[in-house]
């Protein structure tokens, strides 16, 4: 399984735009690009899934170099509520997937 | 989406009793979930694979005799901490593949057992 390699912490200011970034240099060729949302006390939450270039859903985007051995998750406009620890996997999607989290970044929203 | 729920939410045990946490999952059917621990301030820990019908596999270092699981149906499989003790006090998490090609998982919204 893949390593990942996340900042421990970032700081933010709500409206702006948060990007964090994920090193996973012996990313496999099946490995799929998951993170993770987690409040204090919760189970984490599914934020976005990729495998290349670029992903977008309601909530963020994923960015996914050609080379696939890091990624970005970018949070527009963040608000206090968006202050969590994120987590970036990766992991086997096709059999067997089997889900080993990192440390996470905790992000941190300011007024 | 899909939906995974744990009983009980929290737990408090005396040391050297069992506690058994269940994970279901409520509208698909789960043949792979697995369990994780989480001690404060700390990521997620892998403890377990749990297959149904079959015997889970254990990350190393995670006791089996201690920590038994049961995935007895495709909607629900139970962790047992057996004699439990203060050191085993923290939120335990399971989760569970989605259905068909679905690679996403679905995590429950945790247990947390303290044991006195």
């Known amino acids: 399984l893949a390593k990942t390699t996340q900042p421990i912490s970032m700081d933010s200011y709500e409206g702006q735009e948060v990007n964090i970034t994920c090193s996973h240099n012996n990313i496999a060729t099946n490995d799929y690009i998951t993170w993770y949302q987690q409040f204090p006390s919760q189970g984490p939450r599914f934020i976005i899934q990729g495998y290349k270039t670029k992903v977008t859903n309601e909530v963020a985007s994923l960015f996914i170099p050609a080379d696939r051995k890091s990624s970005t998750l970018s949070l527009p406009r963040v608000s206090l509520s968006d202050t969590a620890v994120y987590y970036c996997l990766v992991g086997d999607g096709i059999g067997g997937f089997k889900t080993i989290f990192g440390a996470g970044t905790r992000l941190f929203v300011k007024a | 989406g899909a939906v995974v729920s744990q009983h009980p939410s929290r737990v408090i045990c005396k040391s050297g009793t069992s506690v058994k946490i269940e994970c279901r999952s409520l509208?698909?059917?789960?043949?792979?979930m697995f369990w994780y621990r989480q001690f404060p301030k700390q990521s997620l820990m892998l403890m377990a694979t749990s297959n149904e019908g079959s015997k889970a596999t254990y990350e190393q270092g995670v006791e089996k005799d201690k920590f038994l699981i049961n995935h007895a149906s495709l909607t629900l499989s139970t962790l047992t901490v057996t004699s439990a003790h203060p050191e085993d006090s923290s939120f335990y998490i399971c989760?569970?593949?989605?259905?068909?090609?679905?690679?996403?998982?679905?995590f429950g919204p945790g247990t947390r057992l303290t044991v006195t």
């Open positions: 509208d698909f059917q789960a043949t792979t």
């Open positions: 989760s569970a593949r989605g259905p068909g090609q679905d690679y996403e998982q679905y």
